[in-house]
């Protein structure tokens, strides 16, 4: 199996799972962009949403990057820093969402 | 938890990368696939609770002040255990892989389970009795 296609579609599987990963961040961000606005654009809303605008970006940018790494015939293991940066942008996400419920 | 007193060696793996690479051999790369698709369903949990919070405050607005924040800090903080969680989880797998080792294993999943059956029923009971302000 030097250069054929896997049979398991293991890189498409995983391509597709950092899709429904952007996917669930989308929502994520979305709610909170709906939160910070809902007070009416207070400074603080507008600062939070934009934080959660460039955290839901920086996730895109990881998935994108990965998934073209993906297209290789036999990609490489995802390196620890990119896994380190999309649980860091989730938990980022989750400290925006703290700061706003509080 | 067994994870937690091995975290200092772990949390090190995250920011040298390249210790993974010198230990053991690589393995198949289908394997080191389902470890990173697994490590993304988790993040998407993650994302999920985290997602639960913002809707507990945004969509419970009667719900007195220290219920609201209170259920929507317990989803978030549930959402940072797990995405913190999922990346210790895998490089503990993919360093088990390198070395031939069993994988290791989690009470992880059963705590979690606990947690949100117990912040569900807290939000059914403050929802249903009408706490509200």
Known sequence: ?102 | MRGFSRLPRSVRLWFVPREIREEGTTPDYRFSLANERTFLAWLRTALALIGGGFAVDQFLPDLRWGWRVGLALALLTTGVLCSLRAVNHWVRVERAMRRGEDLPVSRFPALLAVVVAVVAVAMAVVVLLGWES
Do not use: N, Y
């Open chain 1, 1 to 102: 199996m030097s250069d054929a296609r896997d049979p398991g579609l293991q890189p498409e599987r995983t391509r597709l799972a950092w899709r429904r990963t952007t996917l669930a961040c989308t929502v994520a961000a979305v709610l909170a962009v709906k939160t910070a606005l809902a007070g009416g654009g207070s400074a603080t809303g507008v600062v939070a949403c934009a934080l959660c605008a460039a955290l839901w970006l920086g996730f895109l940018l990881l998935a994108q990057s990965r998934i073209r790494t993906l297209a290789a015939p036999r990609p490489a293991a995802l390196t620890p820093r990119a896994a380190g940066a999309a649980a860091l942008c989730t938990i980022a996400l989750a400290v925006c969402a703290a700061a706003l419920v509080i």
